[in-house]
């Protein structure tokens, strides 16, 4: 994975490669964010629904 975008970076130019990853992490990170807090929202639900 690591290679590839090195790979990434060298075909795009340095400054855009760097700034495309950056947000392609930062968007993964989010994306990955998103669906833990909903897994834990369902989970909580069902604790919840469990409880009553």
């Known amino acids: 994975m690591m290679g ?10 340095d400054g855009v490669g760097v700034v495309v990853t950056a947000v392609r992490e930062l968007h ?8 833990f807090a909903g897994f ?10 469990w409880g009553s």
Do not use: I, K, T
Request: proline share 0%.
């Open 40 to 49: 834990s929202l369902v989970r909580a639900a069902r604790v919840a629904a």
């Open 4 to 13: 590839f975008r090195r790979r990434a970076v060298r075909r795009e130019g």
């Open 28 to 35: 993964h990170a989010n994306v990955l964010r998103q669906l």
